[in-house]
């Protein structure tokens, strides 16, 4: 990371100085950068283990400290240098809580297998890149927002609409890293389980988003006032209606991504993330300077379809065709009542219109079989396993304090 912001530091000199203040903030953060990366090496080791709920736990104690601190450091006028000051911190202390839960739940053996490090830095070298990749096809538009528009309220209007979309992005990305073991099992020795699953995840990440799709979209004006308040209405509430809808298709991408690297493509996600990204510059680049900050939220949409298709292409290839009509259609029927409430009843009425028109999309959901008998079964059981092992967690964590 060092010489690749170092050299971000020299053009910005050349071209666009930033403030001293803005540096300093980038160079603290850099320095968190350090306990934050050992502690997702830790992540990694329970995420192995199947163990994902200890690290999402310590993941959302830590976000609250750093909500609670960050607060702190604004109103004692720390500005963003003490909100990266704060980044260190809670890092260290995230650090600290998950190597006292590994030394407990884990027990490690350190040994050095140099033979083994060689190999996984050559098998994880394409995926480091593909997230490199994926992080600049979701960010980029800020920096080109910044760059070619002149009004510097455009990054406050386009960031407030951005903290949502960065809010939802964890379930699709917690939910594909829940499953990715049992994918990867099957990418082994069961191909037509993984098209099983794969399907199944499909339809459900296409029903949470398509339900989220609705309550964020209609209720744009009241998310952006809770958030930023009304400084940023209407200009980020716009935003925010159109790029919610990057998650369709977006969710379908997270979990297709999981899929390829269950089926050993890396290096194919390698060029379809520079396919993607490329098309993200450009659209941006030619649309943002003719049509202002609005047209950055539909290129965030654009640039998921351009995503998926040689995502597509490459399931298509090394698993099997996907017939997409036919798997989310009744998803987006069943949503039908829940746009009609919204357009029929007035403003006032809204959250009738999304409570009511949520619980229609449910029933639609069911009415329409938007799940199939050997779907409803499955999660059935993943229903019943999860309950069955809060409850072994339970009596193991009631057996430790009587033992104690």
């Not at 909500?67 to 704060?86: I, S």
């Not at 600290?96 to 830095?121: C, H």
């Not at 090394?318 to 009609?340: F, Q």
């Amino acid at each position: 990371s060092l010489p690749l912001l170092a050299l971000f530091a020299l053009f910005r000199a050349f071209t666009k100085p930033l403030e001293a203040a803005t540096l300093w903030a980038i160079g603290l953060f850099l320095v968190g950068l350090l306990p934050s990366n050992i502690s997702a090496s830790l992540a990694a080791i329970f995420n192995a283990y199947e163990r994902m709920e200890t690290p999402a736990a310590v993941t959302t104690l830590t976000t609250l400290l750093k909500v609670c601190l960050g607060t702190v450091a604004l109103f004692v006028g720390g500005g963003y240098v003490g909100l990266a000051l704060v980044s260190i911190v809670v890092n260290i202390i995230t650090l600290g809580v998950l190597y006292a839960l590994l030394r407990r739940l884990l027990v490690p053996r350190w040994e050095a297998d140099w033979l083994l490090q060689r190999r996984m830095l050559r098998d994880a070298w394409p995926l480091m890149i593909n997230l490199l990749l994926a992080s600049l096809f979701f960010k980029v538009a800020v920096f080109l927002l910044e760059w070619l528009l002149p009004d510097p309220r455009v990054l406050g209007w386009y960031s407030t609409a951005y903290k949502y979309i960065d809010a939802v992005g964890v379930i699709p990305a917690y939910f594909t890293l829940a499953i990715f073991p049992l994918m990867a099992r099957y990418a082994a020795n069961d191909r037509e389980a993984l098209l099983r699953a794969y399907r199944l995840a499909i339809k459900l990440l296409t029903a949470v988003a398509v339900g989220l799709g609705f309550v964020f979209s209609l209720a744009a004006r009241e998310w952006i006032a809770l958030l930023g308040g009304s400084q940023y209405l209407p200009q980020a509430a716009e935003v925010l209606r159109v790029m919610i809808w990057y998650m369709p298709l977006g969710f379908i991408n997270s979990v297709t991504q999981y899929v390829l690297i269950a089926l050993d493509q890396q290096r194919f996600l390698t060029r379809a993330f520079a396919i993607g990204l490329g098309f993200n510059v450009l659209a941006n680049v030619l649309l943002i300077t003719r049509y202002g900050y609005q047209a950055a939220a539909y290129v965030a949409i654009a640039s998921e379809a351009a995503l998926l298709i040689p995502f597509y292409l490459g399931v298509r290839r090394h698993l099997a065709p996907i017939p997409w009509g036919r798997l989310i259609w009744k998803i987006w029927a069943s949503a039908a009542p829940l746009a009609l409430l919204a357009w029929l009843l007035p403003r006032r009425y809204l959250p009738l219109a999304l409570g009511l028109g949520l619980l229609l999309f449910m029933a639609g959901l069911h009415l329409l079989r938007a799940f199939d008998v050997n779907e409803r079964q499955a999660l059935r059981r993943a229903l019943r396993m999860d309950a069955l092992a809060h409850r072994v967690a339970e009596r193991r964590r009631g057996s430790r304090t009587s033992t104690g």
